[in-house]
């Protein structure tokens, strides 16, 4: 019997920015109240595709486990767990690596990408990180994952490995399902064609969610606009103003044709500080609350650590059917 079972995976980069939120987290929270079996990951193995520092990767899992559960998601409504405490991630992502070709991995424009910030010289962890993206869904026979459309491709390339290895071991994995983001992607304060990241090194580019109030507001004074003063939404000739009404869609619950409707007679300089208090409203209490957070590390590691021993007891079983049908046991 097939149980609805959602999994997503977050990297830890330190506390989330606005797009993180907006795109992902929020989403997970309303998710952990539909679904009675939904896993939650810090990415900490996918992390290493991008050098860090041992002492920085350790503080970065930390915080990004204070500002989820800051941001409203419950250990007692999924399983919160760090990717490296169940090991069975890795050893699937080797078998599930044994049924990919490698052309389609070079075709994924991820790959293309990451690897030219890397002076052409991309790792094989870099290459083939999708396919442990692949084990890491199908290790607990995930039916849906929710994912930005940066991430389409390689949920693709997740659906077609369940199915090659259905195919060649007999029907096993269930073929996960897309749950899409309906909030519009997020862009750069100062530059509106690409998506907001926590690796801008443009450090008005980018609000992380615990960003002070004057942090919030200068980072929205200087985001970059138009010489147009109107406040409309148009994200093909107007990316900077429409990345701004995005936001203040997404931070109020409102419609985009909401946002504009209040904002009529209001020129972008104003509109921008009405934007920057919604985000500073919404963001307060959750900033307060990674702030206390991050105080209590021992409750933090204990948590990731009791969700890792609940994902290991769902992933066991899984994964000795699996070692049985390719032949280990």
């Not at 050098?51 to 503080?59: F, G, N, S, T, Y």
């Not at 699937?92 to 890397?118: D, E, Y």
């Amino acid at each position: 019997m097939v149980v609805d079972r959602i999994f997503s995976g977050i990297q830890p980069t330190g506390t989330p920015h606005l797009g993180n939120y907006l795109g992902a987290i929020q989403n997970w929270v309303n998710l952990q109240e539909e679904c009675s079996s939904v896993l939650y990951s810090i990415m900490d193995m996918h992390s290493l595709t991008m050098p860090k520092e041992p002492a920085v990767l350790r503080q970065n899992i930390l915080d990004t486990t204070a500002a989820v559960l800051a941001c409203g998601i419950d250990p007692k409504k999924c399983f919160l767990f760090r990717q490296s405490l169940v090991p069975e991630h890795a050893e699937l992502a080797w078998i599930l690596g044994c049924l990919t070709n490698v052309p389609r991995l070079l075709r994924l424009p991820q790959w293309k990408m990451k690897r030219a910030s890397q002076n052409n010289e991309g790792t094989v962890g870099l290459l083939t990180y999708p396919v442990l993206q692949a084990a890491d869904i199908l290790l607990y026979k995930s039916t849906h994952v929710p994912v930005g459309e940066d991430q389409v491709l390689h949920l693709e390339l997740a659906q077609d490995i369940a199915q090659h290895f259905n195919k060649k071991y007999g029907e096993f994995f269930p073929v996960p399902k897309a749950i899409l983001s309906t909030t519009k992607k997020i862009k750069s304060l100062r530059d509106p064609t690409v998506k907001m990241s926590k690796s801008d090194p443009q450090k008005l580019a980018t609000v992380n969610i615990a960003d002070s109030p004057d942090e919030i507001v200068l980072k929205f004074r200087k985001a970059v606009t138009d010489f147009t003063s109107e406040v409309t939404y148009d994200p093909a000739g107007r990316p900077g103003v429409s990345n701004l009404v995005s936001i203040h869609a997404a931070v109020t619950g409102l419609s985009i044709k909401e946002v504009l409707h209040q904002s009529a007679g209001l020129d972008t300089a104003h509109y921008k500080m009405v934007v920057a208090e919604s985000v500073i409203q919404k963001f307060a209490p959750i900033r307060n609350e990674i702030k206390k957070l991050q105080e209590d590390t021992s409750h933090l590691i204990k948590i990731l650590e009791d969700g890792a021993e609940k994902a290991k007891e769902l992933a066991t079983p899984i994964f000795q059917e699996i070692r049985r049908l390719v032949g280990f046991q």
